[in-house]
Protein backbone atom coordinates (compact mmCIF):
# COMPACT_ATOMS: atom_id res chain seq x y z
CA UNK A 1 0.00 0.00 0.00
CA UNK A 2 1.08 3.70 -0.41
CA UNK A 3 0.17 4.33 3.02
CA UNK A 4 -0.62 2.39 5.92
CA UNK A 5 -4.02 4.28 6.52
CA UNK A 6 -5.29 4.66 2.75
CA UNK A 7 -6.37 0.79 2.83
CA UNK A 8 -8.75 1.67 6.18
CA UNK A 9 -9.99 4.46 3.79
CA UNK A 10 -10.32 2.86 0.91
CA UNK A 11 -11.99 -0.44 2.75
CA UNK A 12 -9.70 -2.20 0.02
CA UNK A 13 -9.32 -5.53 2.02
CA UNK A 14 -6.35 -7.07 0.22
CA UNK A 15 -4.04 -3.84 1.15
CA UNK A 16 -5.46 -3.54 4.75
CA UNK A 17 -4.72 -7.46 5.40
CA UNK A 18 -1.26 -6.81 4.14
CA UNK A 19 -0.97 -3.85 6.20
CA UNK A 20 -2.62 -5.80 9.14
CA UNK A 21 0.46 -8.71 8.82
CA UNK A 22 3.25 -6.35 8.39
CA UNK A 23 1.93 -4.27 11.26
CA UNK A 24 1.81 -7.49 13.50
CA UNK A 25 5.02 -8.49 12.52
CA UNK A 26 6.39 -5.20 13.25
CA UNK A 27 5.07 -5.62 16.59
CA UNK A 28 6.11 -8.83 17.37
CA UNK A 29 9.88 -8.44 15.72
CA UNK A 30 10.41 -5.07 18.39
CA UNK A 31 9.82 -6.77 21.55
CA UNK A 32 8.86 -5.48 24.54
CA UNK A 33 8.76 -1.61 22.49
CA UNK A 34 6.12 -3.03 20.08
CA UNK A 35 4.46 -4.73 23.15
CA UNK A 36 2.75 -1.49 23.84
CA UNK A 37 1.74 -0.65 20.78
CA UNK A 38 0.17 -4.24 20.69
CA UNK A 39 -1.53 -3.08 24.14
CA UNK A 40 -2.95 -0.33 22.43
CA UNK A 41 -4.27 -1.88 19.55
CA UNK A 42 -5.93 -4.51 21.50
CA UNK A 43 -7.82 -1.75 23.46
CA UNK A 44 -8.62 -0.28 20.31
CA UNK A 45 -10.02 -3.69 19.33
CA UNK A 46 -12.05 -3.78 21.98
CA UNK A 47 -13.79 -0.17 21.83
CA UNK A 48 -14.31 -0.75 18.22
CA UNK A 49 -15.84 -3.94 19.12
CA UNK A 50 -18.28 -2.65 21.70
CA UNK A 51 -19.48 -0.13 18.36
CA UNK A 52 -20.35 -2.61 16.39
CA UNK A 53 -22.39 -4.44 18.94
CA UNK A 54 -24.44 -0.90 19.49
CA UNK A 55 -24.92 -1.14 15.68
CA UNK A 56 -25.98 -4.79 15.64
CA UNK A 57 -28.30 -4.48 18.35
CA UNK A 58 -30.66 -1.82 16.44
CA UNK A 59 -29.30 -3.62 13.00
CA UNK A 60 -33.18 -5.15 13.00
CA UNK A 61 -35.06 -2.07 12.62
CA UNK A 62 -32.90 -1.52 9.57
CA UNK A 63 -33.27 -4.44 8.69
CA UNK A 64 -36.84 -4.66 8.80
CA UNK A 65 -36.99 -1.49 6.40
CA UNK A 66 -34.44 -2.46 4.34
CA UNK A 67 -36.45 -5.50 3.26
CA UNK A 68 -39.62 -3.84 2.80
CA UNK A 69 -37.77 -2.13 0.25
CA UNK A 70 -36.27 -5.02 -1.25
CA UNK A 71 -39.60 -6.98 -1.63
CA UNK A 72 -41.54 -3.81 -3.03
CA UNK A 73 -38.93 -3.51 -5.37
CA UNK A 74 -38.41 -7.20 -6.60
CA UNK A 75 -41.82 -8.68 -5.76
CA UNK A 76 -42.61 -11.71 -3.80
CA UNK A 77 -40.85 -14.01 -5.74
CA UNK A 78 -37.42 -12.48 -3.96
CA UNK A 79 -39.01 -14.62 -0.65
CA UNK A 80 -38.12 -18.21 -2.98
CA UNK A 81 -35.32 -16.85 -4.37
CA UNK A 82 -33.66 -16.03 -0.57
CA UNK A 83 -34.80 -19.60 0.21
CA UNK A 84 -32.71 -21.14 -2.67
CA UNK A 85 -29.76 -19.01 -1.52
CA UNK A 86 -30.01 -20.59 2.22
CA UNK A 87 -30.91 -24.13 0.85
CA UNK A 88 -27.09 -23.81 -1.35
CA UNK A 89 -25.33 -22.25 1.89
CA UNK A 90 -26.67 -25.06 4.25
CA UNK A 91 -25.35 -27.81 1.58
CA UNK A 92 -22.05 -26.53 1.68
CA UNK A 93 -22.26 -26.51 5.82
CA UNK A 94 -22.91 -29.61 5.80
CA UNK A 95 -21.04 -31.18 3.24
CA UNK A 96 -18.02 -29.27 4.74
CA UNK A 97 -18.98 -30.80 8.04
CA UNK A 98 -19.38 -34.40 7.54
CA UNK A 99 -16.08 -34.05 4.24
CA UNK A 100 -13.59 -32.42 5.70
CA UNK A 101 -14.34 -33.03 9.52
CA UNK A 102 -15.52 -35.88 9.62
CA UNK A 103 -12.29 -36.97 7.24
CA UNK A 104 -10.18 -35.32 9.89
CA UNK A 105 -11.14 -37.21 12.56
CA UNK A 106 -11.13 -40.41 10.62
CA UNK A 107 -7.71 -40.19 9.93
CA UNK A 108 -6.74 -37.87 12.04
CA UNK A 109 -7.32 -38.64 15.04
CA UNK A 110 -8.82 -42.34 14.64
CA UNK A 111 -11.60 -41.28 16.20
CA UNK A 112 -14.96 -42.55 14.70
CA UNK A 113 -16.79 -39.62 13.47
CA UNK A 114 -20.10 -40.78 14.15
CA UNK A 115 -18.97 -40.47 17.52
CA UNK A 116 -16.90 -37.14 17.24
CA UNK A 117 -20.53 -36.02 15.85
CA UNK A 118 -22.36 -37.40 18.93
CA UNK A 119 -20.28 -36.32 21.34
CA UNK A 120 -20.29 -32.87 19.75
CA UNK A 121 -23.69 -32.41 19.56
CA UNK A 122 -24.28 -30.11 22.64
CA UNK A 123 -22.18 -27.73 21.72
CA UNK A 124 -23.66 -27.55 18.50
CA UNK A 125 -26.55 -26.92 18.93
CA UNK A 126 -25.62 -24.37 21.41
CA UNK A 127 -24.53 -22.23 18.58
CA UNK A 128 -27.07 -23.06 16.56
CA UNK A 129 -29.44 -21.22 18.97
CA UNK A 130 -27.05 -18.23 20.08
CA UNK A 131 -25.24 -18.22 16.97
CA UNK A 132 -22.16 -17.25 18.76
CA UNK A 133 -18.57 -19.10 19.06
CA UNK A 134 -17.79 -17.52 22.27
CA UNK A 135 -21.25 -18.30 24.52
CA UNK A 136 -20.69 -21.17 22.82
CA UNK A 137 -17.34 -21.90 24.41
CA UNK A 138 -17.77 -23.56 27.66
CA UNK A 139 -20.33 -26.20 26.28
CA UNK A 140 -17.50 -26.69 23.58
CA UNK A 141 -14.73 -27.31 25.68
CA UNK A 142 -17.13 -29.85 28.07
CA UNK A 143 -17.92 -31.82 25.04
CA UNK A 144 -14.16 -31.74 23.70
CA UNK A 145 -12.91 -32.94 27.17
CA UNK A 146 -15.59 -35.74 27.10
CA UNK A 147 -14.33 -37.10 23.96
CA UNK A 148 -10.61 -37.30 25.29
CA UNK A 149 -9.61 -34.25 24.34
CA UNK A 150 -6.19 -32.63 27.24
CA UNK A 151 -8.26 -29.50 29.01
CA UNK A 152 -5.12 -27.68 28.73
CA UNK A 153 -4.72 -28.40 24.77
CA UNK A 154 -8.96 -27.52 24.27
CA UNK A 155 -8.48 -24.30 26.97
CA UNK A 156 -5.94 -22.55 24.39
CA UNK A 157 -7.45 -24.25 20.86
CA UNK A 158 -10.92 -23.09 21.14
CA UNK A 159 -10.85 -19.79 22.64
CA UNK A 160 -8.25 -19.36 19.59
CA UNK A 161 -10.45 -21.14 17.01
CA UNK A 162 -13.34 -18.82 17.92
CA UNK A 163 -11.13 -16.08 16.88
CA UNK A 164 -9.29 -17.33 13.56
CA UNK A 165 -10.99 -20.68 12.83
CA UNK A 166 -14.26 -19.20 10.62
CA UNK A 167 -14.86 -22.14 7.52
CA UNK A 168 -18.62 -21.78 7.92
CA UNK A 169 -18.60 -17.54 7.50
CA UNK A 170 -16.12 -18.44 4.86
CA UNK A 171 -18.42 -20.91 2.95
CA UNK A 172 -21.23 -18.47 3.89
CA UNK A 173 -19.65 -15.07 2.11
CA UNK A 174 -18.54 -16.79 -0.77
CA UNK A 175 -22.28 -17.92 -1.43
CA UNK A 176 -24.08 -14.35 -0.38
CA UNK A 177 -21.23 -12.66 -2.67
CA UNK A 178 -22.48 -14.48 -5.53
CA UNK A 179 -26.09 -13.90 -5.21
CA UNK A 180 -25.80 -10.03 -4.79
CA UNK A 181 -23.53 -10.20 -7.94
CA UNK A 182 -26.36 -11.77 -9.75
CA UNK A 183 -28.73 -9.91 -7.99
CA UNK A 184 -27.22 -6.50 -9.56
CA UNK A 185 -26.53 -8.70 -13.42
CA UNK A 186 -22.89 -8.74 -12.71
CA UNK A 187 -21.17 -11.71 -14.49
CA UNK A 188 -18.04 -12.34 -12.64
CA UNK A 189 -15.00 -13.55 -14.22
CA UNK A 190 -12.60 -16.23 -13.28
CA UNK A 191 -10.33 -13.97 -11.77
CA UNK A 192 -13.29 -12.11 -9.40
CA UNK A 193 -14.14 -15.75 -8.30
CA UNK A 194 -10.70 -16.59 -7.38
CA UNK A 195 -10.55 -13.05 -5.66
CA UNK A 196 -13.92 -14.17 -3.62
CA UNK A 197 -12.27 -17.01 -2.63
CA UNK A 198 -9.52 -15.48 -0.88
CA UNK A 199 -11.22 -12.81 0.33
CA UNK A 200 -13.64 -14.45 2.26
CA UNK A 201 -10.74 -16.90 3.72
CA UNK A 202 -9.10 -13.94 4.87
CA UNK A 203 -11.65 -12.09 5.74
CA UNK A 204 -13.03 -14.90 7.91
CA UNK A 205 -9.97 -15.08 9.92
CA UNK A 206 -10.42 -11.78 11.13
CA UNK A 207 -14.26 -12.16 11.85
CA UNK A 208 -14.79 -12.07 15.55
CA UNK A 209 -16.99 -14.85 16.67
CA UNK A 210 -19.88 -12.75 18.07
CA UNK A 211 -23.54 -12.95 16.04
CA UNK A 212 -23.73 -11.13 13.31
CA UNK A 213 -20.34 -10.24 12.40
CA UNK A 214 -19.69 -12.28 9.85
CA UNK A 215 -22.22 -10.15 7.43
CA UNK A 216 -19.90 -7.06 8.44
CA UNK A 217 -17.19 -8.45 6.98
CA UNK A 218 -19.01 -9.25 3.93
CA UNK A 219 -19.17 -5.92 2.74
CA UNK A 220 -15.30 -5.52 2.68
CA UNK A 221 -15.65 -8.77 0.05
CA UNK A 222 -18.14 -7.09 -2.21
CA UNK A 223 -16.00 -4.15 -1.95
CA UNK A 224 -12.96 -5.96 -3.18
CA UNK A 225 -14.90 -7.32 -6.57
CA UNK A 226 -16.90 -3.85 -7.20
CA UNK A 227 -20.19 -5.14 -6.53
CA UNK A 228 -22.50 -2.71 -4.72
CA UNK A 229 -22.38 -3.19 -0.93
CA UNK A 230 -25.78 -1.66 -0.85
CA UNK A 231 -26.62 -5.69 -2.07
CA UNK A 232 -26.04 -6.53 1.20
CA UNK A 233 -29.82 -5.33 2.33
CA UNK A 234 -31.12 -7.70 0.01
CA UNK A 235 -29.67 -10.76 2.70
CA UNK A 236 -29.75 -8.68 5.50
CA UNK A 237 -33.48 -9.63 6.85
CA UNK A 238 -32.41 -13.85 6.50
CA UNK A 239 -28.96 -13.56 7.77
CA UNK A 240 -29.66 -14.83 10.83
CA UNK A 241 -30.76 -18.18 8.97
CA UNK A 242 -27.32 -17.70 7.30
CA UNK A 243 -25.70 -17.33 10.85
CA UNK A 244 -26.86 -20.29 12.83
CA UNK A 245 -25.59 -22.85 10.06
CA UNK A 246 -21.95 -20.99 10.15
CA UNK A 247 -22.03 -20.94 13.70
CA UNK A 248 -22.23 -24.29 14.38
CA UNK A 249 -19.97 -25.14 11.13
CA UNK A 250 -17.34 -23.11 13.09
CA UNK A 251 -17.35 -24.86 16.90
CA UNK A 252 -17.07 -28.03 15.15
CA UNK A 253 -14.02 -27.32 13.23
CA UNK A 254 -12.80 -25.88 16.53
CA UNK A 255 -13.68 -28.90 18.37
CA UNK A 256 -11.79 -30.88 15.03
CA UNK A 257 -8.85 -29.17 15.75
CA UNK A 258 -8.75 -29.72 19.40
CA UNK A 259 -9.15 -33.73 19.26
CA UNK A 260 -6.16 -33.77 16.93
CA UNK A 261 -3.55 -32.05 18.81
CA UNK A 262 -4.45 -33.74 21.95
CA UNK A 263 -4.24 -37.09 20.36
CA UNK A 264 -0.58 -35.10 18.98
CA UNK A 265 0.01 -34.62 22.56
CA UNK A 266 -0.88 -38.01 23.68
CA UNK A 267 1.40 -39.39 21.48
CA UNK A 268 4.25 -37.17 22.09
CA UNK A 269 3.33 -38.19 26.13
CA UNK A 270 3.60 -41.60 25.10
CA UNK A 271 6.78 -41.84 23.48
CA UNK A 272 8.75 -39.70 26.18
CA UNK A 273 7.29 -42.31 28.92
CA UNK A 274 8.97 -45.51 26.44
Not at 116 to 129: D, E, Q, R, S, V
Not at 196 to 205: E, F
Not at 237 to 251: H, P, Q, S, W, Y
Request: proline share 4%; hydrophobic share 55%; aromatic share 6%.
Amino acid sequence: PDSFLKPMVDANMLPLIVTSILLGAGVLAAGEKGAMVGRAISSMTEVIMKIMMMIIKITPIGVFCLMINVVAVNGASIVGTLALVIGVAYIGYFLHIVLVYGSSVKFLSGMNPFKFFKGIAPAMITAFTTTSSNATLPVNMECCNKLGAEPEVSSFVLPLGATINMDGTAIYQAVAAVFIASCYGIDLTLSQMAMIVLTATLASVGTAGVSGAGMIMLAMVLTTIGVPVEGIAIIAGVDKIFDMGRTALNITGDATCAIWISKLEQKKKAKQAA
